[in-house]
């Protein structure tokens, strides 16, 4: 009978325990799962334009003691001809600008690591400035 008695005397304690194992589970489901929805942070998009993507090739290729590399001049005058029409007239998201934005960064990487694919390349490069200018 004593423990009996002792039981409902500290029952309270067992309700207060359970309460706030339930407040944890609704507060957890609460900012785990159901969080409200908070507007997205815009992230500042880190664009290069096509005057610095020039200057980059242009500084790679004034300073390479390549003879192919001194053959690239005129084609990157090319380039800056039809990349900023190209870009205006078809927009960014063009498949063709998109490509010729690509070999250019392609032209640095083959420059400094793979010197010997540089005229194939080069030929990649003028064959996509004529079809964009077909284009234009």
Not at 37 to 57: F, L, Y
Not at 75 to 88: D, S, W
């Amino acid at each position: 009978m004593i423990t009996f008695f002792a039981a409902g005397r500290y029952a309270w304690l067992f309700g207060v325990g359970a309460a706030g194992a339930v407040a944890a589970v609704i507060w957890i489901m609460y900012w785990a799962l159901g969080k409200p929805a908070e507007p997205a942070t815009p992230r500042p998009v880190r664009t290069i334009s096509d005057q610095d993507r020039w200057m980059t090739v242009w500084t790679e290729v004034r300073g390479s003691e390549l003879p192919e590399a001194k053959a690239l001049e005129p084609v990157l005058n090319e380039y800056m001809g039809v990349i900023t029409p190209a870009a205006r007239q078809l927009g960014d998201d063009d498949d063709d600008v998109i490509q010729l934005r690509n070999d250019l960064d392609m032209l640095v990487k083959v420059l400094r690591q793979d010197p010997d694919n540089l005229p194939s390349t080069i030929q990649n490069l003028k064959t996509l400035i004529a079809e964009v200018r077909a284009r234009l």
